[in-house]
């Protein structure tokens, strides 16, 4: 099982996720006035580097002590699912890391190009919720599993 360290650090970890998450979709819907946005495109950049060092570290806990050893220990019938997650987390990390890289280079008067860049970040953003809502079912059905319950 989990130790109870880990389990409080995946918790904190997901608490500080939300919050930088939180943060990213305020910066997106921020309204700038002018052909010049570089004060919401430098505040983006430096939430879009904050969110990507907490989604890779975030990442590498559940696939190293997190819920995927849990499930994989306890379910080996649902490594297949798993491996999905595992894959879907590649996926995050390449994703963030080409859209920062974009963001980066993107010109604070490029307007069509940052909203593209924004509404990326943003379907990011809400395929991470759906994903995280599937790793509760996963390792919900598998405690269930490993308790005797019905699964």
Not at 23 to 28: E, G, S, V, W
Request: hydrophobic share 35%.
């Amino acid at each position: 099982m989990v130790s109870q360290e880990i389990q409080q650090q995946v918790i904190i970890e997901h608490q500080t996720m939300a919050h930088v998450v939180s943060a990213l979709r305020t910066t997106i819907g921020w309204e700038s006035k002018g052909p010049d946005f570089s004060r919401k495109l430098s505040s983006l950049q430096f939430v879009c580097e904050s969110f990507e060092r907490h989604l890779v570290r975030l990442l590498e806990l559940e696939e190293t002590d997190g819920y995927m050893s849990v499930v994989l220990d306890s379910c080996p019938e649902m490594s297949e699912r798993v491996r999905v997650l595992h894959d879907e987390h590649s996926e995050f990390r390449r994703e963030v890391r080409d859209i920062l890289s974009r963001l980066n280079a993107v010109s604070s008067t490029d307007h069509k190009t940052f909203g593209a860049i924004s509404d990326e970040l943003v379907g990011l953003l809400d395929r991470l919720d759906q994903h995280q809502h599937n790793e509760i079912t996963v390792l919900q059905e598998a405690l269930l599993q490993d308790a005797g319950g019905e699964g």
